[in-house]
């Protein structure tokens, strides 16, 4: 199976270009920090400069080389959208796969408190607690997590009731698997396309609140963040700096959300069988 | 004049290995009655025939006592038993005409026993015989002939007048109808009730169940020189008790079994008795019975067990090893540990509801080891309800479930899985059965892995490609790795009988194993999971709609109405002739012979009463108020205030 889906993935323009962005996204993360022409936090340059051969992207209004900080911004950005949209994913499909199977008063419990959690907008808590306590990104993303996942477990909870009454699932059960092995066989494969469009949807969500918190300023200032960067360019925007200051970061952010969904697409039409010959 | 043999065992020694012909088989026959024998060939039953005649070979030994009115004859001396032979017994023997000596005319081959005992002198022998000859339906012009110009008919009736032809009081036949014509057994069979009704004693060694059946009072059936089972005549088709009977009765072409012969699984030969060593004692001693492809090794049977137990369809581990004893139950005898066919299955009044629909009504049903069961009725009538309530697959509302003589609930509350292991499903759509991520491999190992119940020493791959071997399937690597979606709608089924049949259960239950298959696969499909069924001694749940395909592999039918068994009984006899309105329906609607099933609906269908009323022809008052409770109607049970009879059949 690996060797033909690797041969047949390949060929898949979706997945093409959101690998090869994933590609030159994961390098930046990795290896870009160290390789930065300059400290992103050095304040010695002359404020508000246009590129030049030695400063690609010029400095921005606190004398610091936008290159520099456009490379830190987005692996925090990244970070931060990857850690909520992981957690949010994990918590989900349990939460989803438990309800779903074993159903009955603990799937009642569990769908009250997604209810819940639902009804109350994320971008508020969110302010509010960044304003209020200041806590670190990571305490952030994990409370973003702890929002987001209602949906991803509604989802898996609903395919799981259909999957129950699917047959093999019951021949499985009748064969006597266990709750475990039931979920981990016949449950958890089958629904692969739906953690990619949640791990997906969750990323892309998280990587916005950030931006969103950044751009209100609701991060420390000195963490470097593509959000912040566009708050502070949007203050300048009087002036000519929109295309060295204002959009890089506004293409990044696009760019990093583009690749999600790329990767997510392709990998969900190859992942499932079925899909396979039909989306050709 | 009364016949008895008690006890007797005869050895046929070989060098070192003797063969075990005949063990402690004990038969009596009173005057005007007649005992069949019947067994498989390599029974022992033509050495009984023969043992009686004194004509045992000289490499045999005989134990035990033969007696005609009380005096012993297996001991008497080669000229006293010769006054006895034709005398007092007379044996017809199998194979007709080779018993015949070929240089003499038949007229004096008849007569010569007359003239040999100077009874009467050659003209008076020669009249009596063509008299013996003219009774037996001999004509005239063939009096004069040599044995070579007659046929096979005609040779048994030469032989049996010249059985006659002394008027014995005893008269054993071998096979007499073996290679006859239908016509010729009526014929045969007419002169054995003569002979019974004339008061001998008659000793039928026949293969031929219907026979038997209709002309003996006692039948005995012999398997490897032992009696397993004696029975009443009447209750060798339809009630027998031990599980080699219903098997040898399953195997019999019958006018009247619809189903496709079955055969018992596996194969004996015959016992050999080991001595090894000069000591005559019990311990070097060992009993094996001998079968195809199987070394001298491989067929040693533990000395004590059941003989049957290596081709029996409910045998446990105590069958090896105990002794089995001739156990009286009623008027039957037999040699069986679980006391004969044992209930593998047995619901009492379990129903179902799922909200407030009724699936179920309180229904019984049993099934018995080793046979296959049909359900059939039209859809929604809860034949899969009741199915998986068998398979444990659901629960019941209320009644009980017993499975291998263990309360089925209670079992499965403990210990589900080894319930989950006994009982193997095959569901009506084969390729959502197996999950679509599963490779064939991964599919038909599943219920292996669920059960990590892999012996040391045999690996995965090895049971996988067994039991793919056994549904006729490549094991082939390649194929191993394909996908449901890449497999066609035959092969799927195969590998979903494949996984159901890999944990090696007792009890099959297929909903509708075949219905999502075109009729040549599906022709094949059930082919193989009828052999498997036999081969296998696997007990069968099988639920179909289609009434021609359970007239074709079930033994015993059940028809369902409204989540009611409402006639369960033989196939063949619910089928030929159902009892029940519903289930003729059923069938003429099969033949084409029904134009509106369905009329229009009416209030009486929501009537307390029988759940056939809207559609009932023969509706009487009763039938609106009260529902119908189970009766029994020769073989079969009806729940039906007016049960059809056969003239009730016609005349309607």
Request: charged letters at 20%; one cysteine or more; proline letters at 5%.
């Amino acid at each position: 199976m690996n060797a033909d889906l690797r041969r047949y993935i390949f060929q898949d323009t979706w997945f093409l270009t959101g690998f090869s962005l994933a590609i030159v996204f994961a390098v930046t993360v990795l290896a870009g920090p160290p390789l930065v022409p300059f400290d992103p936090w050095d304040m010695s340059f002359t404020p508000i400069s246009p590129p030049s051969a030695e400063h690609f992207l010029g400095i921005n209004d606190g004398g610091q080389d936008i290159f520099s900080e456009l490379i830190f911004a987005i692996r925090n950005t990244v970070t931060f959208g990857l850690v909520s949209g992981l957690v949010a994913l994990g918590v989900g499909v349990i939460i989803g796969l438990v309800a779903g199977w074993l159903g009955g008063f603990l799937d009642m419990i569990l769908m009250r408190l997604a209810d819940v959690l639902l009804a109350i907008p994320a971008i508020m808590i969110l302010i509010l607690t960044a304003a209020l306590f200041r806590p670190s990104p990571f305490v952030l993303s994990l409370i973003l997590s702890g929002l987001m996942w209602p949906t991803i477990s509604k989802a898996i909870r609903a395919q799981t009731l259909t999957l129950r009454e699917s047959l093999h699932v019951k021949a499985a059960a009748q064969i006597g698997g266990s709750n475990w092995y039931i979920i981990r066989r016949h449950l958890m494969p089958e629904m692969f396309p739906l953690y990619l469009i949640g791990l997906a949807a969750k990323t892309r969500m998280a990587m916005f609140m950030e931006a969103s918190l950044a751009f209100l300023g609701l991060f420390d200032p000195s963490r470097k963040s593509l959000g912040m960067m566009i708050g502070y360019a949007v203050k300048y925007y009087y002036m000519d700096i929109w295309w060295n200051w204002l959009l890089p970061p506004i293409v990044c952010l696009s760019l990093l959300i583009m690749t999600v969904t790329f990767l997510a697409i392709s990998l969900e039409k190859v992942l499932d069988p079925r899909l396979k010959d039909a989306l050709g | 004049m009364s016949f008895e043999i008690k006890q007797l065992s005869v050895i046929y020694k070989d060098g070192s290995h003797s063969i075990q012909a005949l063990e402690e088989v004990t038969i009596a026959i009173a005057p005007g009655k007649c005992l069949a024998l019947v067994g498989e060939s390599g029974s022992g039953k033509t050495t009984l025939g023969k043992a009686c005649m004194g004509l045992l070979p000289s490499n045999s030994a005989k134990e035990g006592e033969i007696s005609v009115n009380g005096r012993r004859i297996d001991n008497l001396k080669e000229s006293a038993l010769n006054e006895i032979r034709w005398d007092k017994i007379a044996m017809v023997f199998q194979n007709g005409a080779v018993n015949l000596n070929p240089v003499h005319r038949i007229i004096d081959q008849v007569a010569e026993p007359l003239i040999q005992r100077r009874l009467s002198g050659r003209v008076e022998a020669n009249l009596k015989a063509k008299e013996a000859l003219k009774q037996m339906g001999v004509t005239e012009e063939h009096l004069y002939r040599y044995p070579h110009k007659l046929s096979g008919g005609q040779t048994q009736r030469v032989l049996l007048a010249m059985a006659m032809i002394l008027d014995p009081e005893i008269i054993i036949l071998d096979e007499p109808t073996a290679s006859l014509d239908a016509l010729s057994k009526v014929f045969v069979s007419g002169v054995i009730a003569q002979f019974k009704s004339v008061g001998k004693a008659v000793l039928l060694i026949t293969h031929d169940l219907e026979m038997a059946a209709g002309l003996a009072d006692t039948v005995s059936v012999l398997y490897l020189g032992q009696v397993l089972e004696t029975l009443p005549a009447n209750d060798l088709l339809f009630k027998p008790l031990h599980p080699y009977t219903l098997a040898l009765g399953r195997s019999y072409p019958t006018m009247t079994t619809a189903r496709d012969l079955g055969g018992i699984k596996g194969d004996a030969f015959y016992r050999l008795v080991h001595q090894h060593g000069r000591h005559d004692q019990d311990k070097y001693k060992h009993t094996h019975i001998q079968i195809p492809d199987s070394s001298h090794k491989d067929g040693h049977a533990p000395p004590a067990g059941c003989l049957f137990q290596s081709r029996c369809t409910q045998a446990i581990d105590r069958c090896k090893n105990e002794k089995v004893f001739l156990n009286e139950i009623g008027d039957h005898s037999i040699r069986c540990l679980r006391n004969g066919i044992a209930d593998i299955l047995e619901l009492k009044c379990v129903s179902k509801r799922y909200g407030d629909v009724i699936a179920l009504q309180p229904t019984d049903l049993t099934l018995k080891c080793g046979e296959v069961f049909c359900l059939v009725g039209e859809t929604g009538s809860g034949k899969t309800t009741l199915a998986m309530i068998s398979a444990g697959m659901r629960n019941q509302d209320s009644g009980t479930r017993t499975f291998e003589a263990r309360d089925m609930d209670q079992w499965a509350k403990r210990e589900y899985r080894s319930i989950a292991r006994r009982i193997g499903v095959i569901y009506q759509n084969p390729a959502e059965s197996i999950s679509p991520r599963f490779s064939v491999f991964e599919a038909v190992a599943e219920p292996l892995k669920i059960h990590k119940t892999i012996r040391t020493g045999e690996s995965i791959e090895n049971r996988v490609s067994r039991v793919l071997a056994q549904v006729r399937l490549s094991t082939d690597p390649l194929f191993l790795k394909r996908y449901p979606h890449e497999l066609n709608m035959g092969a799927i089924q195969r590998v979903c009988i494949a996984r159901a049949l890999i944990l090696k259960p007792s009890l099959l239950v297929a909903d509708e194993p075949t219905s999502s298959l075109d009729p040549s696969v599906q022709a094949k499909v059930l082919k193989l999971l009828l052999d498997l069924q036999i081969e296998l001694g696997l007990t069968m749940l099988f639920i179909t709609h289609n009434i021609g395909l359970a007239r074709k592999i079930g033994d015993r039918i059940g028809v369902m109405l409204a989540g009611r068994l409402v006639e369960v009984g033989p196939a063949n006899m619910v089928l030929s002739a159902p009892r029940h309105p519903y289930t003729r329906l059923l069938i003429d609607s099969v033949r084409g012979l029904v134009k509106n099933p369905f009329k229009p609906g009416s209030e009486l269908a929501k009537s307390a009463g029988c759940p056939f009323v809207p559609r009932c022809p023969r509706l009487k008052d009763i039938c609106c108020k009260t529902p119908p409770e189970m009766v029994n109607v020769d073989h079969c049970q009806v729940r039906c205030h007016f049960p059809l009879t056969i003239d009730r059949l016609y005349e309607s």
